[in-house]
């Protein structure tokens, strides 16, 4: 671990610990945008996390797996195996 990861690890805890004083004082005062601002943040956050995913699926490329054909002299792989047992 570098030294930069601890800075960036360091300046991260100081933020949240900011974000959540502000969040408490904010409380206590009875603000209304105490509580709209992280739902907005969380909503919004959820709904681009699903527009990610719904982006990578409509527009991944994805190859055609190639038909696999057995040289003469091999035997041919089964389709599907039951399993063998008592029905």
Known sequence: MTDDSRAQG???CIA???LGALFLVG???????????PVAAVTLFGLGLAFWVGWTIATVQVEPEADFE???????APESVAPEGPA
């Open 27 to 37: 409380l206590l005062q009875k603000s209304y945008w105490a509580l709209a601002l």
């Open 70 to 76: 057995p040289a003469a002299g091999e035997p041919a």
């Open 10 to 12: 360091g300046l991260i």
């Open 16 to 18: 949240v610990v900011v």
